[in-house]
């Protein structure tokens, strides 16, 4: 019995410090205040340009909200200094052959579809540069928030490419067609009164009070009933993806399932003018 529990601790342990090392980044810094989590690229220097590392260690840390082993209920991305992200980085990208460009953009592709997977809620807090890669992935989050001095733009047809972590798939269906075409085949950088104007994000703060004022909507968020509010996000997005009817069916569904569940206890609670205890 004695052994049993010993190495029971032992375990626990060991998850922990296997948890604590697959945490240590090069790429990002992870904070987390209550419920809000807010993941940094951290490569400062280089506009936090998305390299191989970048990719790896975001799929793994994704990983990680998936498993259950960092516990959020909303998560905030961001970036450190002057850009959110300006693009793929291009020192890695320069020598590539062909088939290795189609397997990074894959890569990166795969990376971006888990932010619309995962069941957290996902927001862009976006603090400088937007730019490429870094817009993809900015458009790749729920909804997105930026700085008045941000800039935003898919400046790829200036280095003779085209985006590749399905940025033309995504800003279309943002902004319409024309507005995301004009950006696309001119390369346009755009600041965030325009960015607002077309749809691309949400709300402007000033730089200094960006964080906060995500922080606060995430908290907003995190104070809703979990369930659903992840249902909320997976249930949209299906529908996005998929047809008007299959999207309808599937919310009928959700709807449903929390009926004898989280929604009684909301719907109690305003009948009984308290706050829900989920
Ligand atoms: N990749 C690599 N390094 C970069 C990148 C980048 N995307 N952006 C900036 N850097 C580096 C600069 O080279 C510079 O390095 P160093 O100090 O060693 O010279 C450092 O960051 C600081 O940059 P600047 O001196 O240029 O800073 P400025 O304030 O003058 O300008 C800009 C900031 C406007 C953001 C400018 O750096 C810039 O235009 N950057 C490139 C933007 C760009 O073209 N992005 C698109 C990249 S392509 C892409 O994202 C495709 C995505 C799909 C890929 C699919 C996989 C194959």
Redesign the pocket.
Known sequence: MAIFFISNICHTYIVLIETQMRMEYQTLRFEQDGDVGTIFINRP???N?LNSAFFDEMEAFLTEIDKGNVNISVLIITGEG??FA??????E?VNMTQKQ?ET??QK?QQVFNHFEKLETPVIAAING?A???GL?LAMACDFRFASSKAKFGQ??V??G?I???AGTQRLPRLVGLAEALYMLTTAEMIDSPEALRIGLIQKIYEPEELLDKVKETAQTIAAKGPKAVKKVKAVTRFGVRNDFMEGSEKESSEFGSLFENEGAEGMRAFLEKRKPNW
């Open positions: 220097k280089a506009m340009a002057k850009a300006a693009g793929a980085d291009i020192s990208m460009g990074f953009s990166g540069f730019l490429g890669g993809e400046p790829e200036n280095l490419l985006p590749g972590y």
